[in-house]
């Protein structure tokens, strides 16, 4: 299971990519396992107030419907509109071109709440057995 030393985590298997105030978020490659073949995602549009822990977008796959949570608050800068035609970069590059949104965040305390990629392991290894 790849886990990039860069990244937090989310207990619901979203990753974050922290640059300064803006951030990239994604799903776990252990998540987009979990899920199988990804065939739909469900984006907000620009400028969307997101609010940690909660929902802020979907995707879909051949197996269940999944909510996307934000790891943090903020403002969505970008969405990944390449998922629209090609919703499996999710699978195929999970922490590249599989991206899902960028946002401005409000208060980077929250990323406090996050979890580091040793933390994340961990909770994925109690999930697994």
Known sequence: MEVP???????????????????????????QEQLGDIV?????????LIEQETPFGVVESVKTVSDLYA????????????????????NDEPYGNGWII???????????????PEEYIEQCGKEQG
Request: net charge negative; aromatic share 6%.
């Open 71 to 90: 790891p943090v608050s903020g403002t969505v800068t970008a969405v990944n509109q390449d998922l629209e035609s090609k919703p499996e970069q999710v």
């Open 5 to 31: 030393e860069n990244l937090l985590y989310t207990q619901e298997h979203e990753w974050i990519r922290v640059n300064g105030n803006n951030a990239t978020v994604g799903i776990t490659q252990f998540a």
């Open 102 to 116: 960028e946002i401005e965040i409000a208060d980077n305390k929250e990323l406090e709440k996050l979890m580091s």
């Open 40 to 48: 739909f995602v469900e984006l907000p549009e620009v400028g969307t």
